[in-house]
């Protein structure tokens, strides 16, 4: 049962387009949703994150939007770079026991190719 | 300061060999998680470890599967009788006492069973 669910799998976009990759979950006890940046040959890095008591949080040229009751999120590049080029992924976690195990459940990823 | 790193950045073994994957955390950084990312499933969380509790081990697959923790620093991830369907990339992160929740990753094994 794929709890997080990612579209698309693939994104191409103009350099200064907005880039648009949507989440969806299903467990409602879901209570941090971080969205990762993973460069070839490179671990994940936490790009930005939101809980859900707040609709939206931007760093930048990154903004996540937050549904609770569609139980969806997504991210939004603004102006979008070559450098951006990249799979992005989002993930979900329930905070566990004793407060600290932030286990995450990942969505398939998006691969995001910028052209210049 | 050094990030997560994690050795040996490729392994290339044979069905049934048994394999270990060594995850060395940031210098101070008190929980540890194992990842396997592999084509068509994405990153799947396999085991925690926080401190001195009882490791969380609901993501291990099988049996074949284990890790330890040692001093409460480096991990190793330990593969017994290797089958194809191991092969993938096994990341490991650690996490601040300050920031449980961000979770900062090593560049992976790339494990290959042939």
């Known amino acids: 049962q794929q709890q997080v669910k990612q579209s698309p799998q693939s994104l191409i976009v103009q350099k200064g387009g907005i880039s648009i990759i949507n989440c969806a979950y299903e467990n409602t006890a879901f209570d941090y949703f971080p969205w990762y940046q993973q460069f070839p040959g490179k671990g994940p890095a936490l790009l930005i994150a939101?809980?859900?008591?707040?609709s939206e949080k931007k760093e930048g040229r990154f903004t996540i939007s937050f549904n609770k009751s569609a139980k969806q999120f997504s991210l939004h590049i603004m102006d979008s770079q070559p450098g951006d080029s990249a799979t992005y992924f989002c993930a979900a976690s329930v905070r566990g026991s004793g407060g600290s195990n932030y286990k995450l459940t990942f969505g398939k990823g998006t691969l995001l190719t910028v052209n210049p | 300061g050094a990030g997560v790193s994690q050795s040996p950045s490729n392994k290339v073994t044979e069905k049934g060999k048994d394999v270990e994957l060594r995850c060395d955390p940031i210098s101070g950084h008190t929980a540890l998680y194992w990842y396997r990312q592999s084509l068509g499933q994405g990153l799947e969380f396999l085991i925690y470890f926080q401190g001195n509790s009882a490791p969380d081990k609901s993501g291990l697959p099988s049996d074949r599967f284990s890790a330890e923790r040692t001093g409460g620093s480096v991990s190793t991830l330990t593969i017994q009788r290797t089958q194809q369907e191991d092969s993938a990339v096994y990341l490991c992160?650690?996490?601040?006492?300050?920031?449980?929740?961000?979770?900062?990753f090593g560049a992976g094994t790339r494990l290959s069973v042939l």
């Open positions: 992160a650690s996490t601040p006492q300050v920031a449980k929740n961000i979770q900062y």
């Open positions: 939101i809980r859900p008591d707040v």
